[in-house]
């Protein structure tokens, strides 16, 4: 059967040590002149400018979407609402606060690219690159994916490949759900990738 085509970004599932994600998150905000929507799911950056907000007396750095080789500094696990019509996304050019897993241990499962060579079980411990695409203002989550295209034991790529979601609706080949740490991690030195 073939896997489904649902492309969610990160999702934080466990911890290198095997323990379950506790749902902890540090709070970021963006900046109303970003003008790029940040969804669920997406990898964030602390913005270049290293600007920040205050709101409500209290001061939170400021976080871009990340780009494939920025450093990260989490993903964004959900969206705080600053009303009761809020949009469970932060939309273009907006300032908005964050709930991002920002720790470093942290394993996410993210859906590989369509197209391509697919990767297979000997990618496991390599690294990769994450694709950014738009996410869905449906359902607010990101559509960020993980690229199946130049995996190497290269330390300067984004993640690092743990091994693919062991569940029935899951499989090697297009759109396989993989579980990665993230690489090039604010809060972590990047490693390299086992050798092919």
Known sequence: MANIDAP???KPVRYVSGAPYNGSVNIYSTAAGDATAIYVGDPVTIAA?????????????????????????????????????????????TLRLLAVCDDPDVLFEIQEVSGGTALTANAIGLNAD??????SATTGFS???????????????????????????NAIGEHCKW?????????????AGDTL
């Open 179 to 191: 579980l990665v740490r993230i690489n090039r991690h604010r809060y972590a030195n990047q490693v």
């Open 130 to 135: 994450f694709v950014v695409a738009s996410g």
């Open 8 to 10: 969610r970004g990160f």
């Open 49 to 93: 400018s290293g600007t920040a907000q205050v709101v409500n007396g209290d001061t939170y750095a400021d976080v871009d979407q990340a780009a494939t080789g920025n450093i990260v500094t989490g993903v964004v696990v959900s969206v705080l609402p600053d009303t009761r019509d809020s949009l469970v996304y932060r939309a273009a050019s």
């Open 143 to 169: 559509g960020v994916e993980l690229n199946n295209s130049g995996e190497a034991s290269t330390n300067t790529l984004d993640v690092k490949l743990i091994g693919i979601v062991n569940r029935v609706d």
